[in-house]
């Protein structure tokens, strides 16, 4: 690997030493910024659409928006559904604790993108439960009850914006920006 880098290294070295006067000392060029002075500009880059491969070997280029916003919502919303049917319908009652199936797809598809899921499971997951905020006595909400007894609500909107984020890094903020409320 050094000595491939020392052969790319090389040509360049010569090339400089070519056309430099041998008495000139050795440009430098700051890492950021524009040239330093005496500095020919770097060399322009092609548009995008001029390269073969604009993206780099092998990456395949990002979905077009409308693709892409199709793609997420077919991802995500059996999720969605699931948790409005939870939190909307007679299916469960305040205090209720999820049945194992729904509890499996809401620790794995939500829970697990949490920001601060490490935090919110504590010394360990018991269950999760379906109950009034505590604050916000209209609004229902899920809780992670802990193996100590203690329970504390999560955002399953937080999670799918975590899981949004990390799944479509490209199309992520336009999508939660046209889709969610707020962040």
Request: net charge positive.
């Amino acid at each position: 690997m050094v000595l491939a880098a020392a052969a790319a290294a090389a040509p360049l070295l010569l090339r400089a030493a070519r056309f430099a006067p041998a008495t000139a000392p050795p440009r430098r060029r700051l890492l950021s910024g524009p040239p330093t002075a005496g500095e020919p500009p770097p060399p322009a880059r092609p548009p995008a659409s001029k390269l073969a491969d604009p993206l780099g070997v092998g990456t395949e280029p990002p979905l077009p928006w409308r693709a892409a916003e199709a793609e997420i919502l077919r991802d995500i919303d059996p999720v969605v559904q699931l948790i409005k049917d939870i939190l909307h319908s007679d299916r469960y009652g305040d205090g209720e604790c999820l049945c194992p199936k729904d509890e499996t797809v809401v620790v794995e598809k939500l829970l697990a993108y949490h920001p601060r899921a490490q935090d919110k499971i504590g010394c360990g997951l018991d269950a999760i439960m379906v109950d009034r905020h505590p604050e916000f006595r209209k609004s229902r909400c899920l809780f992670v009850v802990r193996t100590d007894g203690v329970w504390i609500d999560f955002s399953y909107q937080k999670c799918l914006r975590a899981y949004i984020r990390e799944k479509y890094p490209s199309h992520a903020e336009r999508f939660i920006r046209e889709h969610f409320k707020r962040t």
